[in-house]
């Protein structure tokens, strides 16, 4: 066979394998909205339920806001998104979700600190000291206002944002965590990564909010790099607030899936400012080093938390195997390989998404189980609870159909040209 006959061949092939799991991950997505929608959705107090059971039963009804903002998100997006889920039971479902927030979510009104959970009707049971539930609202209001065009939710989302930034950076007295003497002036990767994924969802198709918030992008990305510690060689969860490794376990605490998670929200930031010598960065240290540390040789899947001295970890699901690093993953190697085109990168994606779909989708009632031991068995076989929700799952699949049409769509590069055999004329 010819060389140009052989590299011809392979790329009929890859398309085939990259239409198959287009086909796929669409089914899947189908199959897990399909979950959601049937079981949580509240009819009485508006909302929805998250602690469902294998099969879709409600064994606790509390209602956990970061959960309730990401449901709302999901639904829009989906809404906004994909022709097949452009239907007004989801967008009412929506926006039933979002009035339930809107009436709810805010501890003390006209104070921005959301409650962290609520009962089924709506009162407040705990706050967390954190501006994550603050985060998922903001996304959610954000993109009603996309959807519905009703500027109190835009409204909402932006005056949410701005105090987010405040806690952030100004003073975080608000979110009521005291300044203890013993405890280190740390920096975990979720604050700039949350942060960094709001900009990009403010800004998206918006020049007046993307330029307003260009210099905390940048701020953003810049405070996650720093957890790239040990001359290139780990990415630390908490590094101090000037950028250097903390001591004892807190300190050298890794988190594969995080890492991976930053990385497609760095590479996503990348591209959009056009700097490819970051963008090799990124690749390098935010998707393959976290993965070839993070891989379980011996059975598969990412570990949940590892230690950078590879010391034990105190977390005594250390070993577990999550959904949400593996839905993490697979959105990361596939973006990273559509910008790149670095086949080992399209092979990575590969090799997490069999080990997903073999290990944590539920063929019998849909959606994905959510904890699996480190052999790969069901450990809990609940569906959802107060940090498994209707996001994750949804947005890697529907993320990945979307890149995979793209990749599909792209005109395939010309045949090289046969050179002329000696002697013919």
Known sequence: MSGGLQVRQDMEEERETLQAWKQRVGQELDRVLAFWTEHSHDQEHGGFFTCLGRDGR?????????????????????YRKFERFHHSELLDAAKAGGEFLLRYARVAPPGK?????????????????????????????NELWRVTGEVRYQTEAVEM?????????????????????????????????????????????DAELAGRYAELGDWCALRILQHVQRDGQAVLENVSEDGKELSGCFGRHQNPGHALEAGWFLLRHSIQKGDPELRAHIIDKFLLLPFRSGWDPEHGGLFYFQDADDLCPTQLEWAMKLWWPHSEAMIAFLMGYSDSGDPVLLHLFYQVAEYTFRQFRD??????????????????????GPFKGCFHVPRCLAMCEEMLGALLNRPAPAPAPVPARRGAE
Not at 63 to 75: A, F, H, I, P, T
Not at 114 to 135: H, M, N
Not at 162 to 186: E, M, N, T, Y
């Open 58 to 78: 409600v064994y606790d009804d509390l209602k956990y806001v970061w959960l309730q903002g990401r449901q709302v998100w999901m639904y829009c997006r989906l």
């Open 113 to 141: 600190k959301c409650a962290f959970v609520l009962t089924r009707d709506g009162r407040p049971v705990k706050v967390q000291r954190t501006i994550f539930s603050e985060c998922f609202y903001t996304m959610a209001m």
């Open 161 to 205: 944002m701005d105090q987010i930034i405040h806690w952030v950076r100004d003073d975080p007295s608000g979110l009521g965590r005291p300044q203890l003497a013993g405890a280190p002036a740390a920096e975990p990767m979720a604050v700039p990564m949350m942060l960094l994924n709001l900009v990009e969802q403010l800004g998206e198709a």
């Open 363 to 384: 063929p019998e009632y849909g959606e994905w189980f959510g904890y699996l031991n480190r052999e790969g068995k069901v450990a809990l076989t609940i569906k959802g």
